[in-house]
C-alpha cells in the first residue's frame, strides 16, 4: 500500500529550495530539530475547555493579507516542533517487549504503577544488584492476544482516572504496521505505554476558477481531545481489522456526509510521523494522508455529532490560519503543510538567517 511509508519527493535544484520541500518539513518532524517556540497547546494534552476562538475570529485572521508573511515559514516550524516535544526525556523511558518484540515505551514512573498487576506485567530489572527498570513485558502465562487484551484492558480500567479520556476504542500492538498483531490496547492508554498509533487524515479540497479551496471542520464543543479547534474534512484512528482504504471510506461517511462514490476516488499521498514526550506518555503517531478533491457544489453534513461546522477557505487563507494561530488542532498543521507544499503553494525566499543552521544540523544527525 503506498501509504506505508513516507512520501518521497524529488530533490530541488537549489539548497534553498530543499530546505522548504515537504520531504524536509517531514525530516524534521521525525528528527526533531530543537527549534524554539512559544505554542501552549500540546499534542498529547489536550486543553481542558473548548477553544474560545469562532469562526469569526478564525476568517478575519485568514482573510488578513496586509501582514506580508506569506514566505515566512517559521510558522510552519513552529508548528513541527509542537508535535515534537520532550526528546531530552527518552531516558526515563524503558522498552515494553512482547514476544521479544519492543512495541512500546513506558515512563519508569509509570512502570510503578503496574507493579501491583504482577499477573499482566513482567518487571525487569538490572542484573547489577541495582533497581533500575530494564525493561518491561507481559506476564508469560498470558499466551494468546485475546487472553492479553482482556488483561491489560483490566488494568486500564483499574488505574481509574490516571489514563483520562477512556474511549472503549481499540488498537492493535504490532511491532511495526502491518506486522501481527500481539493484542490491542485502549486508544487512550497507548501513549502512556508508547504504543505506535496509526491514523487517516484527508484533505477535502474544491476547485473553482482555477482557485483551490479547502474544506474545514470545527470540532464540536463536547469532543474529548481539543474541543472547539479547526480540523480536517475527516480524519480518525486507525482501529484493529479494517484497512486505511475503508477507514477512510468509513471517516468520510460518518464526519462528512461523503458517499462512496466519491470518497472511494481519495488519493493516498503518503505519511507523516511524529513523536511527543510530556509526563508519562511517549506519543508515537504516523498519520496516512490522503487528497480527495470534491464535486465544487459539494456541502459537507457530519453525521456522527462530533464536528460542529464546515467552512470552506482559500488555501493560502488556511495557510494564513496556521502560521499566525494555533487554532487548528496541533497534527493536522503537519499534513496541511505537507499539502501546501505539494501543491505548489510556498516557494522560498532567503529570509530565516536560522535555516541554513537548521539545515547543517540535519546534515550532521
Known amino acids: ?26 525530516l524534521l518532524a521525525r528528527r526533531h530539530l530543537p527549534f524554539s517556540s512559544t505554542v501552549s497547546f500540546s499534542a498529547a494534552a489536550p486543553p481542558a475547555a473548548a477553544a474560545s476562538f469562532g469562526w469569526e475570529d478564525a476568517l478575519r485572521v485568514a482573510a488578513d493579507d496586509r501582514r506580508g508573511d506569506e514566505s515566512d515559514l517559521s510558522g510552519y516550524f513552529r508548528k513541527v516542533d509542537t508535535c515534537n516535544r520532550g526528546m531530552d526525556k527518552k531516558g526515563e523511558f524503558v522498552e515494553f517487549m512482547v514476544e521479544d518484540q519492543v512495541v512500546g515505551y513506558i515512563h519508569q514512573g509509570f512502570v ?93 479540497y474544491v476547485e473553482k476558477e482555477s482557485q483551490k479551496f479547502l474544506w474545514i471542520a470545527k470540532r464540536s464543543d463536547t469532543k474529548q481531545t481539543f474541543p472547539g479547534m479547526l480540523d480536517h474534512l475527516v480524519a480518525g ?82 495557510a494564513n490560519i496556521i502560521r499566525r494561530t494555533h487554532f487548528f488542532k496541533p497534527n493536522c498543521n503537519l499534513v496541511i503543510i505537507d499539502f501546501l507544499f505539494r501543491h505548489g503553494y510556498h516557494v522560498y525566499k532567503p529570509r530565516l538567517p536560522w535555516l541554513p543552521k537548521a539545515a547543517a544540523k540535519l546534515e550532521e544527525r
Open 112 to 204: 510503578e504503577h503496574l507493579r501491583d498487576f504482577h499477573d499482566v506485567f513482567t518487571i525487569a530489572s538490572g542484573s547489577n544488584g541495582n533497581n533500575n527498570v530494564e525493561h518491561v513485558t507481559l506476564h508469560s502465562s498470558l499466551r494468546t492476544p485475546d487472553e492479553r487484551t482482556n488483561a491489560v484492558g483490566s488494568v486500564i480500567r483499574s488505574l481509574g482516572d490516571l489514563i483520562p479520556g477512556i474511549r472503549n476504542e481499540l488498537f492493535p500492538i504490532t511491532s511495526s504496521y502491518g506486522m501481527p498483531v500481539y493484542f490491542s490496547l485502549e486508544r487512550a492508554a497507548a501513549p502512556f505505554f508508547g504504543i505506535k498509533a496509526y491514523g487517516v487524515h484527508m484533505n477535502g
Open 1 to 26: 500500500m503506498a501509504a506505508t511509508a513516507a512520501s518521497s519527493f524529488s530533490a530541488a535544484a537549489a539548497a534553498a529550495a530543499r530546505r522548504s520541500s515537504p520531504s524536509h518539513l517531514r
Open 237 to 318: 484512528g486507525l482501529p484493529y481489522g479494517i484497512s486505511c482504504e475503508e477507514n477512510v471510506i468509513k471517516e468520510c461517511e460518518e464526519e462528512a456526509g461523503i458517499p462512496r462514490s466519491i470518497s472511494s476516488n481519495a488519493t493516498s499521498v503518503g505519511a507523516i510521523s511524529y513523536m511527543d514526550i510530556e509526563g508519562f506518555r511517549y506519543k508515537r503517531d504516523v498519520l496516512f494522508c490522503y487528497d480527495l478533491k470534491l464535486p465544487p457544489d459539494f456541502v459537507p453534513n457530519n453525521e456522527d455529532g462530533e464536528v460542529d461546522s464546515f467552512r470552506l477557505i482559500p488555501v493560502p487563507h488556511a
